[in-house]
């Protein structure tokens, strides 16, 4: 079975830019997860949806982030505009249900200049 | 919420050395995860441990829930065991939010 799938895998891009982070979740798993890893804060979850639905964006930094998931396949992070410190590891991570095992993609390294 | 804190922050052994990790997480847990980042970045999911003990090849993993930690095992380790050790706890709200603990850095040495 395929696992989670992130695209792109790296993106560089100027500061102000939109960026678009994608994750196909694995097949059959009800729950979607991104979180967001860097040296000072190490892994933060940003937000995840059960059956596509968010049910906590408590985690998400700033307006600037917005996230969606308009069906079982496919979810978006969006970052408009971005900024330097937006510079992260952004992973996807996916489960059957909200409380077992998670399986990460291979994450997006993202740099704004 | 709940905290999670790891230790040691790093770790380094010989090829064929034995060697426990630990996680302490400061409420009750309904899910409490092992996961190993391994030198390319990738995060693999080792065990789904809220309580008791499982064991897959070289690792194993213990927690005791009522006293609030968990162990991770590396027997015979390998150069490819090398990466950061996360452990990653739920607590009692039981949504899947897990926070992660600062992590164990191995390295295992040829």
């Known amino acids: 079975d395929a696992g989670v799938i992130q695209s792109p895998r790296h993106e560089v891009t100027e500061m102000g830019q939109e960026v678009t982070l994608r994750c196909k979740p694995i097949?059959?798993?009800?729950?979607l997860f991104w979180y967001r890893q860097t040296m000072m804060r190490g892994l933060e979850l940003l937000i995840y949806?059960?059956?596509?639905?968010?049910?906590?964006d408590s985690g998400m930094p700033e307006d600037r982030f917005s996230a969606k998931m308009p069906n079982a396949s496919f979810s978006t992070l969006k970052i408009q505009p971005s900024e330097p410190r937006d510079s992260a590891v952004y992973f996807c991570?996916?489960?059957?249900?909200?409380?077992?095992?998670?399986?990460f993609g291979d994450g997006t390294r993202l740099s704004i200049l | 919420g709940i905290q999670v804190e790891q230790s040691p922050p790093d770790l380094i052994l010989q090829e064929g050395a034995n060697s426990t990790l630990r996680c302490n997480f400061s409420?009750?847990?309904?899910?409490l995860q092992w996961f190993h980042q391994n030198p390319w970045g990738q995060l693999i999911n080792l065990f789904y441990?809220?309580?008791g003990t499982k064991q897959n090849g070289r690792l194993s993993a213990t927690t005791v829930a009522t006293e609030r930690y968990s162990l991770l095992y590396i027997s015979s380790s390998q150069t490819t065991d090398s990466g950061v050790y996360f452990c990653?706890?739920?607590?009692?709200?039981?949504?899947?939010?897990?926070?992660f603990g600062q992590g164990t850095t191995l390295q295992v040495k040829p």
């Open positions: 409420d009750s847990v309904n899910n």
């Open positions: 441990i809220p309580s």
């Open positions: 949806f059960n059956n596509n639905v968010p049910i906590d």
């Open positions: 097949s059959g798993h009800n729950s």
């Open positions: 990653a706890a739920d607590g009692s709200s039981n949504t899947g939010k897990l926070i």
């Open positions: 991570a996916s489960s059957r249900a909200a409380n077992q095992p998670q399986h």
